[in-house]
């Protein structure tokens, strides 16, 4: 956070107390991370032992002391290989001593200038030491944590001092992380797998101050893939939502009520509650006389008038230039062409439009889209092309707009449009990718995306506009959707929501390049069949995504939506694909089959490759969507995307055979999701003679 911004804030910003080790008074020497606390009096055994959770070397607060000091200081300085002074990031407050980190900022900002000008050799060189620094720092915060839960050292390991030295490692370890990533090319992968987050207790205190400020419990999925520092920073500012109370009734790990509900009361809505304005609604037979003969048509603004009730509609010429809306239903411009809009909404569009560009003419959906289901089907299977041919499109989103860009900062710039609605809503991805430019509006004007875009990639060395900058990356495609695989729409579905589930489908179909107009006769389950049969070949790695499944033979292997898959297996070609067919998923899979079916339990189970020589144990993985939740449940196989080979763990599914007749491949029934143990073979004969299996790849279908 900037200087200023760390003022604005002050009050609300958890301090960070300086527990008083001696890090500067006896001058020590630059050290590495692990060499720290030996330099400073700690033998190796006594280190081990804080590790394991064996025993303490010293009182409790001497200890913690030197965790912080460790864990901030030394890790500082053994990534960086300079002198951190503690005298330079603690400061005295009325409430004591404690650790100010606004001046890591400025360090970060010269670091990564520095970085810049060296040759791309050191550059790698530096960002795999600074990896496996991470990963060392990380393996301490997760012993010490678990030092916490299970009740280790319950003085030290559970009071308020230990719940801030592991905050204060947690967002410098993602500040760190996000700054070496952006002097990498790649910036797109922006994740590693480092698995940074916040103990119980300080996740807890987020989430209350989080909702303090507005924010939709709902959106604590995705502040979490944002990452900590985000999240952390967001609990500053009030929520981009300004209607707060809409989301009264949302829960942690549930869809927001308040942005998908389109039940009574839902429709066209005035721009202000005390408004009577009149309803223009553009002539049904125009409009759908244009639709049937497969053209776009559009609202002319220019020729608005308060004396008519009809808007005017034309049909687009590829000459023409115009503009589409891409909105927020909840915002008030749900409706039909037969319902209208508000003549106040179309003032409002007016004013936004104005600020863009010469033409008047407009689509959008509330006006071009009628209720009519054979003339509405062919709307929007239109709609692709409709984003594609528009000169530009306007993002409107009410949070958004009742806001100023211009008292932004580039990190307030990244918050608000990573969490405003519009980036939640499954319709608008597809609107955004297939457009060639697209606008924002705010409360003081209208920006192009692209200006705000390299606003956050000049400032990408800080954390929060480093995940803004990628997020916005997603958006650019140098060939617009062309190639777009299962795998990325997955991704760019993630935390995104719709008010009708059925419409997952239609949205992104055609950046698939399916065909919308052959799902649309289908509905439920049954659509997203046809989906699936569209697609034909799906990555492999599709039987093991967490979510619910469809409920339709030969298709249950097949998640029944891809939004809620968001957070999990990332569904790419890495482990290679398998073919959709009617009897069910056909692709080669490594399995152990078993000598007899068995019928399993809640606990763990096991088996024994004798050649491979491992003792695998497995026991179902619990969650949510997990179909049966019920016990025993049978089972023939176990199927794995490919052999383990040291992995200790794995992911797997069970399954039961399904003999089809005439059928040249083996065929089985999806089971449940299990979670495989492997270990080295300690043994008897007599065990491995009765649960003995050689795992082997084979061609299968799961149906
Ligand atoms: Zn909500
Ligand atoms: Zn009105």
Same mark, same amino acid.
């Given at each position: 956070?900037?200087?200023? $911004?760390?003022?604005?804030?002050?009050?609300?910003?958890?301090?960070?107390?300086?527990?008083?080790?001696?890090?500067?008074?006896?001058?020590?020497?630059?050290?590495?991370?692990?060499?720290?606390? #030996?330099?400073?009096?700690?033998?190796?055994?006594?280190?081990?032992?804080?590790?394991?959770?064996?025993?303490?070397?010293?009182?409790?607060?001497?200890?913690?002391?030197?965790?912080?000091?460790?864990?901030?200081? /030394?890790?500082?300085?053994?990534?960086?290989?300079?002198?951190?002074?503690?005298?330079?990031?603690?400061?005295?407050?009325?409430?004591?001593?404690?650790?100010?980190?606004?001046?890591?900022?400025?360090?970060?900002?010269?670091?990564?200038?520095?970085?810049?000008?060296?040759?791309?050799?050191?550059?790698?060189?530096?960002?795999?030491?600074?990896?496996?620094?991470?990963?060392?720092?990380?393996?301490?915060?997760?012993?010490?944590?678990?030092?916490?839960?299970?009740?280790?050292?319950?003085?030290?390991?559970?009071?308020?001092?230990?719940?801030?030295?592991?905050?204060?490692?947690?967002?410098?370890?993602?500040?760190?992380?996000?700054?070496?990533?952006?002097?990498?090319?790649?910036?797109?992968?922006?994740?590693?797998?480092?698995?940074?987050?916040?103990?119980?207790?300080?996740?807890?205190?987020?989430?209350?101050?989080?909702?303090?400020?507005?924010?939709?419990?709902?959106?604590?999925?995705?502040?979490?893939?944002?990452?900590?520092?985000?999240?952390?920073?967001?609990?500053?500012?009030?929520?981009?939502?300004?209607?707060?109370?809409?989301?009264?009734?949302?829960?942690?790990?549930?869809?927001?009520?308040?942005?998908?509900? #389109?039940?009574?009361?839902?429709?066209?809505?005035?721009?202000?509650?005390?408004?009577?304005?009149?309803?223009?609604?553009?002539?049904?037979?125009?409009?759908?006389?244009?639709?049937?003969?497969?053209?776009?048509?559009?609202?002319?603004?220019?020729?608005?008038?308060?004396?008519?009730?009809?808007?005017?509609?034309?049909?687009?010429?590829?000459?023409?230039?115009?503009?589409?809306?891409?909105?927020?239903?909840?915002?008030?411009?749900?409706?039909?062409?037969?319902?209208?809009?508000?003549?106040?909404?179309?003032?409002?569009?007016?004013?936004?439009?104005?600020?863009?560009?010469?033409?008047?003419?407009?689509?959008?959906?509330?006006?071009?889209?009628?209720?009519?289901?054979?003339?509405?089907?062919?709307?929007?299977?239109?709609?692709? $092309?409709?984003?594609?041919?528009?000169?530009?499109?306007?993002?409107?989103?009410?949070?958004?707009?009742?806001?100023?860009?211009?008292?932004?900062?580039?990190?307030?710039?990244? =918050?608000?449009?990573?969490?405003?609605?519009?980036?939640?809503?499954?319709?608008?991805?597809?609107?955004?990718?297939?457009?060639?430019?697209?606008?924002?509006?705010?409360?003081?004007?209208?920006?192009?995306?692209?200006?705000?875009?390299?606003?956050?990639?000049?400032?990408?060395?800080?954390?929060?506009?480093?995940?803004?900058?990628?997020?916005?990356?997603?958006?650019?495609?140098?060939?617009?959707?062309?190639?777009?695989?299962?795998? $990325?729409?997955?991704?760019?579905?993630?935390?995104?929501?719709?008010?009708?589930?059925?419409?997952?489908?239609?949205?992104?179909?055609?950046?698939?390049?399916?065909?919308?107009?052959?799902?649309?006769?289908?509905?439920?389950?049954?659509?997203?069949?046809?989906?699936?049969?569209?697609?034909?070949?799906?990555?492999?790695?599709?039987?093991?995504?967490?979510?619910?499944?469809?409920?339709?033979?030969?298709?249950?292997?097949?998640?029944?939506?891809?939004?809620?898959?968001?957070?999990? =297996?990332?569904?790419?070609?890495?482990?290679?694909?398998?073919? =959709?067919?009617?009897?069910?998923?056909?692709?080669?899979?490594?399995?152990?089959?078993?000598?007899?079916?068995?019928?399993? /339990?809640?606990?763990?189970?096991?088996?024994?490759?004798?050649?491979?020589?491992?003792?695998?144990?497995?026991?179902?993985?619990?969650?949510?969507?997990?179909?049966?939740?019920?016990?025993?449940?049978?089972?023939? /196989?176990?199927?794995? #995307?490919?052999?383990?080979?040291?992995?200790?763990?794995?992911?797997?599914?069970?399954?039961?055979?399904?003999?089809?007749?005439?059928?040249?491949?083996?065929?089985?029934?999806?089971?449940?999701?299990?979670?495989?143990?492997?270990?080295?073979?300690?043994?008897?004969? $007599?065990?491995?003679?009765?649960?003995?299996?050689?795992?082997?790849?084979?061609?299968?279908?799961?149906?």
């Amino acid at each position: 956070m900037a200087e200023e $911004e760390v003022l604005l804030h002050k009050h609300s910003i958890p301090e960070v107390p300086w527990l008083g080790f001696d890090h500067d008074v006896q001058e020590h020497a630059l050290v590495d991370f692990a060499e720290y606390p #030996l330099r400073r009096g700690w033998s190796k055994d006594q280190i081990i032992a804080l590790k394991h959770g064996d025993a303490l070397a010293f009182d409790d607060a001497s200890c913690l002391a030197m965790l912080q000091s460790w864990l901030v200081f /030394g890790f500082l300085e053994g990534i960086y290989k300079r002198r951190f002074s503690s005298s330079q990031y603690v400061v005295d407050t009325a409430s004591g001593r404690v650790v100010d980190t606004t001046q890591l900022r400025q360090f970060f900002d010269k670091w990564h200038g520095l970085l810049q000008q060296e040759s791309s050799e050191s550059m790698l060189s530096y960002w795999r030491y600074s990896t496996i620094r991470l990963y060392e720092l990380h393996s301490w915060y997760a012993a010490l944590e678990k030092h916490c839960t299970q009740g280790i050292f319950p003085t030290a390991f559970d009071t308020a001092e230990y719940h801030s030295i592991m905050r204060l490692v947690v967002l410098i370890a993602d500040s760190i992380y996000y700054n070496k990533t952006s002097v990498a090319s790649r910036l797109i992968q922006i994740r590693s797998g480092l698995n940074w987050h916040h103990t119980e207790v300080n996740g807890a205190a987020l989430r209350t101050r989080l909702i303090q400020k507005g924010w939709c419990p709902s959106l604590h999925g995705l502040f979490m893939t944002y990452g900590l520092a985000f999240t952390e920073y967001a609990s500053l500012l009030d929520a981009t939502d300004g209607n707060v109370e809409r989301h009264n009734r949302c829960a942690d790990d549930a869809k927001c009520l308040g942005v998908n509900y #389109l039940g009574t009361g839902a429709g066209p809505k005035h721009i202000a509650n005390e408004c009577h304005c009149q309803i223009i609604r553009p002539s049904s037979s125009q409009m759908n006389g244009i639709i049937s003969n497969n053209k776009i048509p559009l609202i002319d603004l220019g020729s608005l008038s308060p004396l008519m009730s009809d808007c005017p509609v034309v049909e687009w010429d590829q000459q023409q230039n115009f503009i589409a809306f891409s909105h927020v239903w909840v915002d008030g411009l749900s409706s039909e062409s037969e319902i209208g809009l508000p003549l106040c909404q179309l003032r409002n569009l007016q004013n936004v439009l104005f600020q863009v560009g010469p033409s008047s003419l407009i689509w959008v959906d509330a006006l071009c889209i009628p209720h009519e289901p054979t003339i509405r089907n062919l709307a929007i299977d239109m709609m692709a $092309e409709v984003y594609k041919r528009s000169t530009a499109i306007i993002i409107l989103d009410a949070g958004l707009r009742s806001r100023p860009l211009g008292k932004f900062s580039t990190a307030e710039l990244a =918050v608000r449009l990573l969490t405003c609605n519009w980036m939640q809503r499954l319709w608008t991805l597809p609107e955004i990718l297939f457009s060639q430019r697209a606008f924002v509006a705010f409360q003081d004007g209208v920006i192009d995306l692209n200006i705000l875009r390299s606003r956050l990639r000049q400032t990408a060395r800080f954390p929060i506009e480093c995940v803004g900058f990628c997020t916005l990356l997603r958006f650019v495609h140098e060939d617009g959707t062309e190639g777009l695989k299962i795998g $990325e729409v997955q991704r760019l579905l993630a935390s995104r929501n719709s008010s009708r589930p059925d419409d997952e489908t239609l949205a992104i179909a055609p950046l698939l390049d399916l065909s919308a107009a052959n799902l649309i006769g289908y509905e439920g389950q049954d659509r997203m069949v046809q989906f699936w049969r569209q697609l034909r070949e799906v990555p492999r790695v599709v039987i093991l995504l967490v979510c619910p499944r469809l409920d339709v033979p030969g298709f249950t292997w097949a998640p029944q939506s891809l939004i809620s898959t968001s957070g999990n =297996v990332p569904m790419n070609q890495e482990y290679g694909s398998a073919t =959709v067919t009617q009897l069910g998923l056909r692709g080669t899979f490594f399995i152990y089959e078993l000598k007899t079916r068995r019928i399993l /339990g809640n606990a763990a189970s096991f088996i024994i490759d004798p050649k491979a020589q491992h003792f695998i144990a497995f026991r179902p993985l619990k969650h949510k969507f997990d179909r049966a939740q019920t016990y025993p449940y049978p089972c023939d /196989g176990i199927v794995l #995307l490919e052999e383990s080979r040291n992995a200790l763990k794995r992911s797997a599914i069970t399954v039961i055979t399904d003999p089809a007749l005439g059928s040249s491949v083996v065929r089985y029934k999806y089971g449940r999701q299990i979670v495989l143990d492997f270990s080295p073979l300690p043994v008897s004969q $007599e065990l491995s003679a009765n649960f003995s299996s050689i795992g082997k790849y084979q061609e299968l279908t799961i149906s």
